[in-house]
């Protein structure tokens, strides 16, 4: 995962067969939406690519419905080597249409093309290897002999890994013997509509599966007060998260969430400065930053301070933003507008109130939503943009002197998702990564996934663990949060 691989990408949306307009997927089958539609449109162009049904709270109904009928006749019944052979087909169906689901999230989301045919998609085939392999041994996690299914899971996903967090969703639900309904995020339906096709090109019975794009305040909501939902399971901002927790406390609902993060990569001047500054960069742009355990929080040692700054922006000064499609763009487009706008009015409280700022000096495409790559030197603690999650691609640089001054600084915010350290010294690095306070810290890198792995936060960043044995927890009644 470096911004350095040039190998020949499917940047061609000619590999697309879309359709002009999408249904719902319920039931094994497509059906209009009552809910109304929108319309969804390439981030890096603003044109239209397809015309989405939207599901109220009467298709969230038949959705449940068809999931609670399929897990009582058919998946809950049947053995898990069996459940396991179809999550393989997907699995391989996945990676045979690796290039046009690649396209697809590339048009959607307007992250780069190199970013979803070499990360994102080869992700979630891995997801659904992963947890194929898991659907026969769950006595293996851990969690007791006969560990048993929950029954239906509700699936609320963001915008920013479409399909991968899908993936990381439904592969350990399946595995684990639920079914699901699934909701994607406004912005980004797309390629979650193109799995369901992959679910019917697998076999996968009726029901199983069902993905219902909507309103978060509408589809959503109703997903989560639903009385025949047995789990849900959550990605996005900690301010809806909250409100879910608080709308199913005192129900039997499982919940899982995963919130946002101001993550810190703290760089100790014995590190190994192009490593690291390459790791930092690749930390805060990565898919433009919209990645919720992104290092947004660079803390460096005083002394190494201007070398790093130098360094960094030395390097930013040659990534390339533009076309997603293209295979030499490093920097896409910004999800929305919406998104742009937030980023845009979090960016421009760190000049007001004392920050240095420096910019990447590169043209912006006349359409779509582009903000350039931006970094604020001369931080505190006390700056917005050290405290607020950005969610683009914007980087805050705060110094420390002691290793216990920048333990203390990675500690000091409500969040709790990621961090990285880069040191040399290995005593240095055990003590300092022991002592933060968040549920992945990358040693001498970044950003790093896999599906063995668990994945998830302390604090406001959320409860519960994606990825891995720990994953099947979630989704098995004797284990995981609430
Ligand atoms: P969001 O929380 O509004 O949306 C995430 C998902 O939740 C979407 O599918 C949305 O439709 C749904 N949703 C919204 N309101 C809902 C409700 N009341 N009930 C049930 N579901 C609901 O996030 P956003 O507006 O897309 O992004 C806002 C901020 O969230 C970002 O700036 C970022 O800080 C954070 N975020 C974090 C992650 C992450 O991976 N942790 C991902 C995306 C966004």
Known sequence: MTFRDYAPAPESTAILKLQKSYGLFIDGAW??????SMTTISPATEKPIAEIALADAADVNRAVAAARKSYDTVWSKMGGAERGKYLFRIARLIQERAREFAVAETLDNGKPIRETRDIDIPLVAAWFFHYAGWADKLEFAGLGPKPSSLGVAGQIIPWNF????????????LAAGNTVVLKPAETTPLTALLFADVCQQAGLPAGVVNIIPGLGGVAGQAL???????????????????????????????????????????????????EAVEGIINGIFFNQGHVCCAGSRLLVQENVQDEVVEKLTRRLSTLRLGDPLDKNTDIGA???????????????TGEAEGADRWTLDCEIPKAGFWFRPTIFTNVTTSH????????????????????????????????????????????????????????????????????????????????????????????????GAR
């Open 31 to 36: 059906s209009d939406g009552h809910g109304g």
């Open 162 to 173: 479409p399909l991968l967090m899908l993936a990381w969703k439904v592969a350990p639900a």
């Open 224 to 274: 989560v007060e639903h009385s025949g939902i047995n789990k849900i399971a959550f990605t996005g901002s900690t301010a809806v998260g909250r409100g879910i927790a608080r709308t199913l406390a005192g129900t039997d609902t499982r919940l899982t969430l995963e919130l946002g993060g101001k993550g810190a990569n703290i760089i100790f001047d014995d590190a190994a400065m192009d």
């Open 334 to 348: 910004i999800n929305s507008r919406a998104q742009l706008d937030r980023i845009t009015a979090i960016a421009a």
């Open 384 to 479: 917005t943009v050290a405290k607020d999650e950005i969610f683009g691609p914007v980087l805050s640089v705060l110094s420390f002197r002691t290793p216990d001054e920048a333990i203390a600084k990675a500690n000091n915010t409500p969040y709790g998702l990621s961090a990285g350290v880069w040191t040399n010294n290995a005593s240095r690095m055990l003590r300092v990564v022991d002592s933060l306070r968040a549920g992945v810290v990358w040693a001498n890198t970044f950003n790093q996934f896999d599906p063995t792995s668990p994945f998830g936060g302390y604090k406001e960043s959320g409860y519960g663990r994606e990825g891995g044995r720990h994953g099947l927890a979630a989704y098995l009644a004797s284990g």
